[in-house]
């Protein structure tokens, strides 16, 4: 639910417009974990003092399709140890293939990982 100062901001129809191109861009996926994303999420959160500032508001760098889940633990700071999880190299885990079908990143492990005998 928008908080009151951004309510109105929420409802615009320039807002609504944002929402989608971020959408259509990540190509509805959520840029974390690769469920369907249902929201857009202000990297820079809004405030008072920056909701009339459309370089924070609109701008497509500062927004990020995100799943409930995951826009849920970003509020919290749950990615990442409280770092945006856009900022980390896994954030995206899907790439296109050589046919420019959209699959799901290699993860290598890194150097001297080996696994335990637990896993």
């Not at 809004?46 to 609109?58: F, K, Y």
């Not at 995100?66 to 970003?74: D, N, R, Y």
Request: with cysteine; glycine share 6%.
């Amino acid at each position: 639910m928008a908080r009151d100062f951004a309510r109105q901001f929420y409802n615009s129809p320039e807002w609504q417009m944002a929402r989608r191109a971020a959408l259509m861009r990540d190509n509805y996926l959520c840029v974390i974990c690769g469920a369907p994303a249902e929201e857009v999420h202000h990297k820079k959160h809004l405030s008072p003092d920056n909701i009339g500032d459309t370089s924070v508001t609109m701008n497509p760098d500062n927004l990020e399709s995100l799943c409930k889940a995951c826009h849920f633990a970003e509020h919290r700071g749950e990615h990442g140890n409280g770092r945006k999880a856009k900022e980390r190299e896994d954030a995206y885990p899907f790439e296109f293939d050589a046919n420019g079908q959209l699959v799901k990143k290699k993860i290598e492990d890194p150097p001297g990982f080996v696994l335990g005998p637990n896993t």
